[in-house]
């Protein structure tokens, strides 16, 4: 059983930076695949970025590529979000994730826990 915990959410003005934390409990947080997603009232679920097991392979959704960087620290049991050039369509609640393998899958459905959830609100 792996619990969830993000942190880190908050206020910020449009091309403002933030940074998300997740931390993990549990001693197996290297064997999965990490990654965020984020949902905005009234739309639906949307992926953000993952990153494998290792830290060695990354990727990131369209709407947010250039802007956002995932890494993840496995002696600290943590995976970050680095969030900058905020925009206020970035306003959502973002969710950590872990996978079921060292695989992500974009769409969720490999996702074997999830977070409580952050507030993000980015204003113009």
């Known amino acids: 059983q792996v619990q969830l915990v993000e942190s880190g959410g908050g206020l910020v003005q449009a091309g403002g930076s933030l940074r998300l934390s997740c931390a993990a409990s549990?001693?197996?947080?290297?064997?999965?695949?990490m990654g965020w997603f984020r949902q905005a009232p009234g739309k639906d679920r949307e992926f953000v970025a993952a990153?494998?097991?290792?830290?060695?392979?990354?990727f990131s959704g369209a709407s947010v590529k250039g802007r956002f960087t995932i890494s993840r620290d496995n002696a600290k049991n943590t995976v970050y979000l680095q969030m900058n050039s905020l925009k206020p369509e970035d306003t959502a609640v973002y969710y950590c994730?872990?996978?079921?393998?060292?695989?992500?899958?974009?769409?969720?459905?490999?996702?074997?826990?999830w977070g409580q959830g952050t507030q993000v609100t980015v204003s113009s």
């Open positions: 549990g001693r197996t947080f290297s064997r999965y695949a």
């Open positions: 990153i494998d097991s290792s830290g060695g392979s990354t």
């Open positions: 994730a872990a996978a079921s393998s060292n695989y992500f899958s974009i769409s969720g459905t490999n996702v074997l826990y």
